[in-house]
């Protein structure tokens, strides 16, 4: 029964371990142009790019609305607000 438990609590700890190994959050040049690239392309003039709570933050203009925009570390949007 230990072992059981032991080895579920190894294997449950390695998969959570994978998934945030995924998309490392750093704001290097190159992630900036990336982002800018991505958002530019869904019409949005991009401002600023800065991290907040491991997430990237940009700052955009679309359709003359200001919004934040935030991405994780694999650029995919997790959230927008106005």
């Given amino acids: 029964m230990l072992k059981t438990l032991i080895s579920a609590t190894l294997l449950a700890a390695t998969l959570t371990t994978g998934a945030f190994a995924a998309g490392k959050v750093e704001l290097s040049d190159a992630n900036k142009m990336k982002i800018t690239e991505l958002l530019t392309a869904d019409g949005h003039v991009v401002g600023k790019i ?26 995919n949007i997790v959230k927008i607000e106005d």
Avoid: I
């Fill in 50 to 75: 800065k991290l907040e709570d491991g997430l990237y933050e940009a700052y955009t203009k679309k359709d003359g609305q200001k919004l934040e925009v935030f991405l994780d570390g694999d650029f």
